[in-house]
Nanobody, 117 residues
Framework: QVQLVESGGGLVQAGGSLRLSCAASGSIVSNNLMGWYRQAPGKQRELVAR???????NYVDSVKGRFTISRDNAKNTVYLQMNSLRPEDTAVYYC???????????WGQGTQVTVSS
């Protein structure tokens, strides 16, 4: 089992910044993907960004150039720096951990990000 603890959500004005953190603990494997998904009211959950153990990243087009995902493998922690936030970024953000060797997914409890116009 892997436990994920998220922090850093909140309310911010359009154009502002927030930084999300997600710490993983438990049965961590070295070859994994960590990422952030979001779900807005009435919409499906979507991938925002993810990063491999080796630092390879990918982003949804709508956040490219504004969001940066990073990780600290020593701390088993992933970060999402969100700049130039827009009202359409408002959603619950979920941390995800995917253990590649065993194809196992784990999810955090979610953290609310609200961007006011």
């Amino acid at each position: 089992q892997v436990q994920l603890v998220e922090s850093g959500g909140g309310l911010v004005q359009a154009g502002g910044s927030l930084r999300l953190s997600c710490a993983a603990s438990g049965s961590i494997v070295s070859n994994n993907l960590m990422g952030w998904y979001r779900q807005a009211p009435g919409k499906q959950r979507e991938l925002v960004a993810r990063i491999t153990s080796y630092g390879m990243t990918n982003y949804v087009d709508s956040v490219k150039g504004r969001f940066t995902i990073s990780r600290d493998n020593a701390k088993n922690t992933v970060y999402l720096q969100m700049n130039s936030l827009r009202p359409e970024d408002t959603a619950v953000y979920y941390c995800n951990y995917f253990a590649i060797p065993i194809h196992q997914d784990y999810w955090g409890q979610g953290t609310q990000v609200t961007v006011s116009s």
